[in-house]
């Protein structure tokens, strides 16, 4: 039997570690649960250097933008899942413990009775990582931004974003970034466990409901990438090169040192830039050039001049 290896990342303690433990109960699934974005990249970096990475990643749209990571609805997809709910019938025990601040992470055992854990044959053991980012690290603005992250970094790893509410705009970004599939926290777990799959044969999962909003919001995305597009190349090479320097977050200075050119000169520059893509400031130009797909200048610094950065999450 090939097993699905699954990593479910929330910030609603009792949701993830209640859905972790419902998913641990198939036969065929591996789950682990991260509470943050930075613990969620841990845990994939961890499981790729053991030879073991993950098959499916399930996130939380709004990872990091609700306050009380310890609380949260225990419905939703698992209420009215096949072979047992954990809410409502006080059947389902998560038991957690949390490791020391320094460890950055914690472990937990979730043992779920009922139905759920019979075809498991007894208790099911759920590990769960929970983290704390370390120093110099940002956590994540959302769930979608972890999913364009980790595609960046593990490509093989299909992400399923869960929401609470359907969102036309935010499914078609998640799909920009990377995701396979927009599932409904209400949905059956019978109908999570259908997504998984899918996204494992290369579908892609969205509600029907949500069909036409989210071509419609692609269709509107593309319009913009084209006019950004045609804006860019009416850039010079140069220009362009200031351009990514900016994208990159590079101030006059260190773009002047980096091409070898004067403050004078690249204010010059940055000013053509700005006029041409017909935008008032640094940040729309950023904005625009991203559109259009340009991206950030290599910031690893020359040999012999390397310089120390702290570690920062995209």
């Given at each position: 039997m090939v097993r699905i290896r699954v990593l479910v990342v929330d910030d609603h303690r009792i949701f993830a570690e209640s859905l972790a433990a419902a998913l641990a109960a198939e036969p065929d699934v591996d789950v682990s649960a991260a509470g943050s974005g930075p613990a969620a990249l841990r845990c994939l970096e961890r499981a790729a250097a053991e030879g073991r990475r993950f098959d499916v990643m399930l996130v939380d749209a709004d990872l990091g933008t609700v306050p009380g990571a310890a609380g949260g609805s225990v419905n939703g997809a698992l209420n009215g899942a096949a072979g047992g709910s954990v809410n409502g019938s006080g059947n389902g025990m998560v038991n957690g413990t949390a490791a020391g601040p320094g460890s950055g992470s914690a472990s937990a055992s979730a043992s779920v009775?009922?139905?759920?854990?019979?075809?498991?044959?007894?208790?099911?053991?759920?590990?769960?990582?929970?983290?704390?980012?370390?120093?110099?690290?940002?956590?994540?603005?959302?769930?979608?931004?972890?999913v364009a992250g980790v595609r960046s970094v593990q490509p093989s790893v299909r992400t399923v974003v869960l929401a609470e509410k359907d969102d036309p705009h935010r499914a078609a970004l998640a799909l920009q970034a990377g995701a396979s599939g927009w599932v409904a926290k209400d949905c059956s777990l019978q109908r999570l466990l259908a997504v998984m799959r899918g996204v494992l044969r290369d579908e892609t999962h969205l509600p029907p409901a949500l069909l036409t909003g989210v071509l419609r919001e692609l269709t509107a995305a593309r319009k913009h990438r084209t006019e950004s597009e045609r804006l860019v190349e009416s850039l010079t090479p140069r220009e362009r090169e200031v351009l990514r320097c900016m994208v990159a977050g590079l101030g006059r200075k260190a773009v002047a040192e980096r091409l070898f050119l004067s403050p004078h000169t690249v204010r010059t520059h940055m000013q053509n830039v700005l006029g041409k893509l017909g935008v008032h400031s640094t940040l729309a130009a950023v904005a625009l050039a991203r559109r259009a797909g340009v991206g950030p200048v290599d910031l690893v610094p020359p040999l012999g001049n390397v310089v120390e950065r702290g570690g920062q999450l995209a």
């Open positions: 009775s009922g139905s759920a854990s019979a075809s498991a044959g007894g208790p099911v053991q759920v590990p769960v990582a929970r983290a704390v980012p370390d120093h110099g690290e940002v956590a994540l603005a959302d769930g979608i931004s972890l």
